[in-house]
């Protein structure tokens, strides 16, 4: 995930510099745990391919409880609950309850539609400290993705009631080529619902997301968005609006990030570079872990056919720090091993060889990211030569 707004505000002078682990340093990563696979939607963009339907052999409480035990054992100070929909899991409240009493940041990450006025006031009271709504367009659009007449109303009301209980709320947009002439819209909307955060996310290869990856949005049109969230985060740095911008699942954002600060604001380049590089990029299997609701451990949220552990059987500790999988050991490599044109890149220390979900769809976990919209010249790659015209006589 890039940090725009923490960057933006740092060249602005008006927060510190971010600091940073060393990149591919072993250390306790953010935690994105799928509690449960049930969804009362089936998402055409879905990794975990979620259904409204039991998924045999799912944690139950007690072993869920000892996962929030091992990660605290283990130093993580950072929690998503998410699914499935996790507010289809009965003890929800209950594990936000043990989150909290370890003083994790605790997020929960929903589709919305579920928040409504029975049990705004749980939500509330299990005090998150971020609440993800997830909104692929207007009405239309959103519903038709996420195969659910009405969804965009009931998730923005959801919105709406857990901004009336002061709940710091965030957008989440995956980008397509059918919601990408609706963005600025989208962005507007923090305004009018006073939204606090805005992620917009790049569609990654897996589940049905895989079957799906035709819709990802077009490079130029990648650019294009992108360009608009840097606009609409530094207007906001500008006019001192506490608002937080972040994008994840294609770390060339970072290098569009420093191009775009080299043609409007050359002055802080330097700085900005040195941010990017201290950042490292893609943090899949060293900052970012994923734990399934099996209990499998995984390098993150899109990697379900890779696994490197089992909580049930193992310390998360031992999983993730005492005893890495090779898996881990090799993707924590800094730069990676990476092949292609994302080996060559003169970027490969901020990007780390981009999303290997996508490389592994392709058949080739350290082939180069097909999802990079950067042009050979960018990343500094030979230009073929001009074959010169022989005059005619």
């Not at 819209?185 to 305004?191: A, F, H, K």
């Not at 490079?219 to 609409?232: P, Y």
């Not at 060559?344 to 919209?373: F, H, K, V």
Request: glycine residues 8%; proline residues 5%.
């Amino acid at each position: 995930m890039m940090r725009i707004s923490t960057y933006l505000r740092a060249i602005a002078g008006q927060a510190p510099e971010p600091r940073a682990a060393k990149p591919g340093s072993t250390r306790p990563p953010v935690v994105i745990w799928n509690t449960l696979r049930r969804c009362n939607l089936t998402c055409k963009h879905c990794y975990s391919t979620s259904a409204d339907i039991d998924f045999k052999g799912e944690l139950d409480t007690a072993e869920a409880l000892d996962v929030i035990d091992q990660l605290h054992e283990a130093g993580v100070k950072v929690l998503v609950l998410s699914g499935g929909e996790p507010l289809m899991r009965p003890d929800i409240f209950q594990l936000a309850e043990r989150a909290r009493q370890y003083g994790f940041y605790t997020a929960l990450s929903t589709n919305g539609t579920l928040i409504n006025e029975t049990n705004i006031d749980q939500i509330a009271d299990a005090d998150f400290d971020y609440v993800g709504i997830s909104i692929d367009g207007l009405p239309e659009i959103h519903d038709e993705f996420r195969r659910m007449k009405g969804g965009f109303a009931a998730a923005m009301h959801g919105v709406k009631l857990c901004r009336e209980k002061d709940l710091r709320v965030g957008l989440r947009t995956t980008l397509t080529q059918f919601n990408f002439p609706q963005l600025p819209d989208l962005l507007d909307l923090m305004r009018e619902y006073d939204v606090q955060k805005y992620y917009l996310s790049h569609l990654n290869y897996s589940g049905r997301g895989k079957r799906n990856h035709g819709v990802d949005a077009h490079r130029n049109m990648t650019r294009q968005a992108m360009t608009q969230v840097f606009e609409r985060a530094w207007e906001d740095v500008q006019n001192g609006i506490e608002t937080d911008f972040v994008s994840g699942n294609n770390d060339a954002d970072g290098v569009l990030l420093l191009q775009w600060i080299t043609a409007n604001m050359p002055e802080h380049r330097e700085q900005m570079e040195r941010m990017l590089l201290a950042w490292g990029g893609n943090a899949s299997g060293a900052g970012i872990a994923n734990i399934d609701n099996l209990g499998l451990v995984h390098p993150d949220t899109y990697w379900w056919q890779e696994t490197v552990g089992n909580v049930r059987k193992q310390r998360f500790a031992d999983i993730w720090l005492n005893k890495p999988d090779p898996l881990l050991v090799e993707l924590r490599q800094h730069p990676r091993p990476i092949k292609g044109r994302c080996g060559q890149c003169q970027w490969l220390s901020i990007c780390n060889g981009n999303t290997r979900t996508r490389a592994w769809a392709g058949g080739d976990m350290w082939a180069e990211d097909p999802g990079c919209y950067l042009t050979d010249a960018e990343i500094g790659l030979p230009q073929p030569e001009l074959i010169q015209a022989m005059p005619v006589n």
